[in-house]
């Protein structure tokens, strides 16, 4: 799969940084306060461990198909091109 480059504003490493950061703590604190409600949540909607268990390996699978997507992303707004030497070819 090619991607198309198109002219765009480069982006600085420092705000791609602080961006990839605030991301993390996000996902972070979903993730913790997620754990936190899950006997309210399975009392509340009569869920089982296993529904229970679906909903949290969504989100999981959510978030590693955000960031195998995001990489290359990243590499066309910071002006690397979306491919990089120094990772696997996944996408």
């Known amino acids: 799969m090619a991607f198309v480059r198109r002219p765009t504003a480069q982006v600085s490493n420092r705000t791609l940084l602080v961006a990839t950061s605030i991301a993390i703590f996000v996902y972070g604190m979903i993730a913790a306060l997620a754990g936190t409600i899950v006997p309210q949540l399975s009392s ?16 999981a699978l959510g978030m590693i198909i955000a960031s195998v997507a995001a990489g290359p992303l990243a590499g066309v707004y910071c002006g690397r091109g979306a491919r990089s030497r120094n990772r696997l070819d996944f996408v």
């Open 44 to 59: 509340r909607l009569n869920l089982s461990p296993q529904q229970i268990g679906n909903i949290f390996s969504a989100q």
